[in-house]
Protein backbone atom coordinates (compact mmCIF):
# COMPACT_ATOMS: atom_id res chain seq x y z
CA UNK A 1 0.00 0.00 0.00
CA UNK A 2 1.57 3.36 -1.28
CA UNK A 3 0.75 6.70 -1.81
CA UNK A 4 2.97 9.42 -3.90
CA UNK A 5 2.15 12.83 -3.63
CA UNK A 6 3.70 14.91 -6.76
CA UNK A 7 2.66 17.99 -8.41
CA UNK A 8 4.86 20.75 -6.46
CA UNK A 9 7.74 23.35 -7.37
CA UNK A 10 7.68 26.82 -7.54
CA UNK A 11 5.37 29.32 -8.31
CA UNK A 12 4.42 32.55 -8.55
CA UNK A 13 2.17 34.50 -5.88
CA UNK A 14 -1.33 34.56 -7.04
CA UNK A 15 -0.69 31.33 -9.32
CA UNK A 16 -1.83 27.68 -9.77
CA UNK A 17 -0.81 24.80 -9.41
CA UNK A 18 -2.23 20.61 -9.12
CA UNK A 19 -0.94 18.78 -6.44
CA UNK A 20 -1.79 14.75 -6.87
CA UNK A 21 -1.98 11.63 -4.70
CA UNK A 22 -1.59 8.50 -6.78
CA UNK A 23 -2.34 5.01 -5.16
CA UNK A 24 -1.23 1.75 -5.73
CA UNK A 25 -2.15 -1.46 -3.76
CA UNK A 26 -5.18 -0.55 -3.10
CA UNK A 27 -8.53 1.29 -4.16
CA UNK A 28 -8.13 4.91 -3.28
CA UNK A 29 -11.92 5.62 -3.66
CA UNK A 30 -12.95 3.36 -0.97
CA UNK A 31 -10.64 5.49 1.80
CA UNK A 32 -11.04 9.21 3.01
CA UNK A 33 -7.96 11.19 2.24
CA UNK A 34 -6.38 14.49 3.83
CA UNK A 35 -4.14 16.74 2.79
CA UNK A 36 -2.04 17.88 4.91
CA UNK A 37 0.69 21.28 4.74
CA UNK A 38 4.24 21.72 6.86
CA UNK A 39 5.96 24.54 6.43
CA UNK A 40 9.48 25.25 7.70
CA UNK A 41 9.41 25.19 11.62
CA UNK A 42 5.79 24.66 12.05
CA UNK A 43 3.38 21.44 12.66
CA UNK A 44 1.93 19.98 9.98
CA UNK A 45 -1.84 21.81 9.65
CA UNK A 46 -4.66 19.81 7.87
CA UNK A 47 -5.71 21.46 4.51
CA UNK A 48 -8.33 19.60 2.96
CA UNK A 49 -10.67 16.61 3.34
CA UNK A 50 -12.32 14.21 0.83
CA UNK A 51 -14.86 11.40 2.06
CA UNK A 52 -14.78 8.22 0.86
CA UNK A 53 -18.29 7.42 0.02
CA UNK A 54 -20.68 10.35 -0.48
CA UNK A 55 -17.54 12.58 -1.55
CA UNK A 56 -18.07 15.51 1.02
CA UNK A 57 -15.42 18.07 0.93
CA UNK A 58 -13.98 20.28 3.81
CA UNK A 59 -11.02 23.03 3.51
CA UNK A 60 -9.12 24.59 6.67
CA UNK A 61 -10.75 28.33 6.26
CA UNK A 62 -6.96 29.59 5.20
CA UNK A 63 -7.33 27.70 1.74
CA UNK A 64 -11.18 27.86 1.30
CA UNK A 65 -12.26 29.76 -1.90
CA UNK A 66 -8.90 29.00 -3.42
CA UNK A 67 -8.39 25.31 -3.39
CA UNK A 68 -10.51 22.16 -4.43
CA UNK A 69 -10.50 18.23 -3.63
CA UNK A 70 -11.55 16.11 -6.09
CA UNK A 71 -11.22 12.68 -6.99
CA UNK A 72 -10.74 10.35 -10.34
CA UNK A 73 -11.57 6.93 -9.74
CA UNK A 74 -10.56 5.71 -13.20
CA UNK A 75 -6.29 7.02 -12.39
CA UNK A 76 -6.86 5.81 -8.45
CA UNK A 77 -5.91 9.21 -7.87
CA UNK A 78 -6.92 12.34 -5.64
CA UNK A 79 -6.23 16.50 -6.76
CA UNK A 80 -5.97 19.29 -4.74
CA UNK A 81 -6.17 21.88 -6.76
CA UNK A 82 -4.14 25.46 -6.02
CA UNK A 83 -5.62 28.66 -6.68
CA UNK A 84 -4.63 32.32 -6.25
CA UNK A 85 -1.78 31.15 -4.32
CA UNK A 86 0.42 33.23 -1.47
CA UNK A 87 3.75 33.64 -0.12
CA UNK A 88 2.22 31.45 3.23
CA UNK A 89 1.23 28.55 0.93
CA UNK A 90 4.72 27.42 0.75
CA UNK A 91 5.18 24.00 2.70
CA UNK A 92 5.86 20.87 1.98
CA UNK A 93 2.15 19.20 1.11
CA UNK A 94 1.44 15.39 2.19
CA UNK A 95 -1.63 13.26 1.24
CA UNK A 96 -2.96 10.75 3.40
CA UNK A 97 -5.44 8.32 3.65
CA UNK A 98 -7.87 6.05 5.90
CA UNK A 99 -10.36 3.49 5.39
CA UNK A 100 -11.60 3.00 8.76
CA UNK A 101 -14.75 4.05 10.62
CA UNK A 102 -14.24 6.86 12.99
CA UNK A 103 -16.29 8.34 15.81
CA UNK A 104 -15.39 11.79 16.14
CA UNK A 105 -16.98 14.14 13.47
CA UNK A 106 -14.59 16.24 12.82
CA UNK A 107 -11.55 13.45 12.51
CA UNK A 108 -10.10 14.31 9.22
CA UNK A 109 -8.29 17.32 10.89
CA UNK A 110 -6.34 14.84 12.99
CA UNK A 111 -3.47 13.88 11.43
CA UNK A 112 -3.00 10.79 14.15
CA UNK A 113 -6.13 9.31 12.54
CA UNK A 114 -4.64 8.25 9.10
CA UNK A 115 -3.17 5.11 8.70
CA UNK A 116 -1.40 6.41 5.19
CA UNK A 117 1.57 9.14 4.04
CA UNK A 118 2.59 9.61 0.87
CA UNK A 119 5.65 11.24 1.28
CA UNK A 120 5.44 15.00 0.69
CA UNK A 121 5.90 17.62 -2.45
CA UNK A 122 7.34 20.49 -1.22
CA UNK A 123 5.36 23.63 -2.70
CA UNK A 124 6.83 27.00 -2.79
CA UNK A 125 4.66 30.72 -3.84
CA UNK A 126 7.85 32.92 -4.60
CA UNK A 127 8.31 36.01 -7.13
Known amino acids: VQLQASGGGLVQPGGSTRLSCAAS????????IGWFRQAPGKEREWVSF????????YYADSVKGRFTISRDKAKNTVFLQMNSLKPEDTAVYYC?????????????????????WGQGTQVTVSS
Open 96 to 116: AADGRYHAHSMWYKDKSEYGY
Open 50 to 57: ISSREGRT
Open 25 to 32: GFTLDYYA
